[in-house]
């Protein structure tokens, strides 16, 4: 696969009313504080829930009217919902870990779901997400993307840096494409990574973060001694929810990619976030990196 130029056009955001209003479900990271800025420059103060333990009540989402949520009450959402008039909702940042069945306090309304997020469970975090939103959107709240909100944060398609991938780097582009894409539709992660035309690490449940540190302790090993370069590539899981959980890179993935000896990062055009995307683009210019847009696989 060639990696294309960039032919990335501007799309629409959501059109919102005078009336309504967008609660957005904060975990960890930069996202949520992104969307409530965006919402607020537009008009829209948003409502935040903040999941505890994962969101950081020390930026900017403190500034806005908020509400804690644990991890196992996720059923109060459609509570919350109704009592500060919500009419939209976004899921966006991390959650480290599923709740534990003792944390989930024990409702009606669990009970008539129970069978569904008992399958759920075993099909892994994209069928829980499913079912989170279907159980939303039966209360009237309709569940949106962050693309539908910040459309500028989806990755372009083509080269995003001025360092551009070489000859070489084309073989660990392919294959680590190939084997998030696989990866994906077990529902296990989203990205990979190859060094020398062949995948050498797979995301798992520690995340990008994980992946990388790995990747960084294994540059030793005997079969990688000498190996040079390297891609790490994220991508969407084949038939994924696209409204929650895309694929994301920003400044520290960078970092982190430069720290495990990587030559660059490809993401899915159209169907991952970046995230600060100049101070991205200028730290990985800076390091030496390349950064590109992959073009989408099958929806």
Known sequence: MTVPTTTSEPLPRLSLGRNDRVCIVAGSGRL????ARSLAAGGHEPFIVMVEGEADRNSALSTFENEDLKVGEFARLPQIMAAHRITHMVLAGGVARRPAWREIPITLALLRLLPRVIAAFARGDDGLLRILVQGIEQHGVRVVGVQDIVPDLLAPEGPMTRTRPRKGDQADIDAALAAARALGALDIGQGAVAIGGRVIALEGIEGTDGLLERVKSLRGHGRLAGKQRGVLVKCSKPGQELRVDLPTIGPATVLAAHAAGLAGIGVEAG???????????????????FVVGLPAGEP
């Open 271 to 289: 169907k991952s976030l970046v995230l600060d995307i100049a101070a991205m683009v200028e730290r990985a210019d800076a390091l030496g990196l």
């Open 32 to 35: 949520p504080v992104n969307i």
